[in-house]
């Protein structure tokens, strides 16, 4: 009973100095900026020109998906967003509506501390403004990330976690919420979100942690923003062109619980397609990826199916059309494929029981992420870039791929 107690005071005292912390640092930027008018920071290009800070609370529970899902009480999320405003300087400014963008520092209770544990996640996002200019308006905001938690699931000491199988998790959030302004530097803001925490299917067991929230908070910044003039899009190149994307795979083969503690397979990718620019700040790509998996041969092998064509059997060949959003040297792509030969998951994955029996999972696949460009990402041709995505089969992970993409 002591031992609890004084965890509990810990996890309070913990809570305390994170939001204290967040206190001070509004305090002390508040202090630096009345020192000074507008004018004078736009003459000096102070750092704050660009800042914005703000802070949200989040509360929800955990949608239970499963049965064997544990017994959860409200979740609650505390954010920090360290945001650079954007202002016409470069070219896809305007065309998303000067968003917001930066990092969400998130520390969560997932309401279940001795199954689930807690999680510090650190999230890049992006928030798009809506009547951006009025005193009362709505923001979209997208943001995704890692996050560590302090327990996960062990045969042993946590065999009742089914939901994070893994230490480290990647973090989504997607949510709405209205904003009224107070001042020019002053708004409050409060709306609804979906967050997801899951391992890509890298660790099992991944039910993964789905949750509904409400938010609400303030938002402070120190500088009015003064727009710019439209930086004119400069490159005029719309042809089509061809590209190349060799991407390593990870998974573990299994279902969404079971088996779980195997190893890690890698997937060799080798995807061809054809590239054209539409608009200022979009991309499309129409293309077939040929993905070889190690762990459908290793199965094959142990367990005698198709002997003499385990190795053959090991493809899954697919046609796919993809939407990549250009942000400057960064693009978030969006990916949709039809797998035409998966012959291993037809016959032994689906029939196993291995992905809850849902056929449509043998030819639906979606896959989503961010690249990184050497070069302007408008830039076609010899323009290499590196991506981190998550592939799933439907809706449900399937392996986290590491690519590099190039145009010829």
């Not at 403004?129 to 699931?153: C, E, H, N, Q």
């Not at 890298?202 to 402070?220: C, E, L």
Request: hydrophobic residues 40%; positive net charge; contains cysteine.
């Amino acid at each position: 009973m002591c031992f609890c107690v004084h965890s509990s005071a810990k996890k309070k005292l913990m809570l305390k100095c994170i939001k204290s912390c967040c206190l001070i640092v509004c305090i002390v930027i508040a202090q630096n900026v009345s020192a000074q008018t507008n004018d004078s920071l736009y003459r000096s290009k102070s750092i704050f020109q660009n800042l914005a800070l703000s802070f949200d609370y989040y509360q929800g529970k955990m949608i239970k998906i499963y049965s064997q899902s544990p017994q959860v009480d409200k979740s609650r999320y505390y954010c920090l967003n360290i945001l650079w405003k954007t202002n016409g300087q470069k070219y896809w400014h305007s065309y998303y509506g000067y968003p917001q963008v930066g990092l969400s520092v998130y520390y969560n209770y997932m309401g279940n501390d001795s199954i689930l544990g807690r999680s510090l996640a650190f999230c890049p996002n992006m928030l798009l403004p809506i009547r951006r200019d009025k005193t009362w308006g709505f923001i979209v905001k997208l943001a995704s990330g890692f996050a560590f938690f302090t327990k996960s699931y062990d045969k042993v000491s946590n065999p009742r976690n089914l939901v994070i199988g893994s230490r480290i998790t990647n973090m989504t959030t997607i949510g709405i919420s209205t904003f009224f302004k107070l001042t020019n530097h002053i708004r409050l803001q409060g709306g609804c979100a979906l967050v997801h925490f899951s391992s890509g299917h890298v660790a099992i067991p991944n039910y993964g942690f789905n949750d509904a929230v409400w938010s609400a908070g303030i938002a402070f910044n120190p500088v009015k923003m003064r727009i710019l003039p439209t930086k004119i899009d400069t490159v005029t190149n719309r042809k089509i062109h061809l590209n190349l994307r060799l991407s390593c795979g990870f998974q573990q083969l299994a279902g969404t619980a079971s088996p779980a503690g195997g190893p890690k397979y890698p997937i060799y990718i080798v995807a061809p397609s054809l590239e054209r620019r539409f608009g200022k700040a979009r991309k499309l790509f129409v293309g077939v990826s040929a993905k070889y998996f190690t762990a459908y041969y290793d199965f094959m092998k142990s367990e005698h199916y198709f002997v003499g064509q385990e190795r053959s059997h090991a493809w899954v060949y697919s046609a796919f059309v993809a939407n990549e959003w250009m942000m400057g040297h960064v693009g978030y792509l969006l990916e949709a494929s039809y797998k035409f030969y998966n012959p291993f998951y037809k016959k032994v994955l689906v029939l196993n029981d291995y992905n809850e029996n849902k056929p449509s999972k043998q030819f639906l696949s979606l896959r989503t992420g961010f690249a990184y460009y050497l070069r302007d990402a408008r830039i076609e041709r010899y323009n290499p870039s590196i991506g981190l995505f998550i592939n799933t089969n439907r809706t449900q992970a399937d392996f986290v791929e590491f690519a590099i993409n190039i145009g010829i």
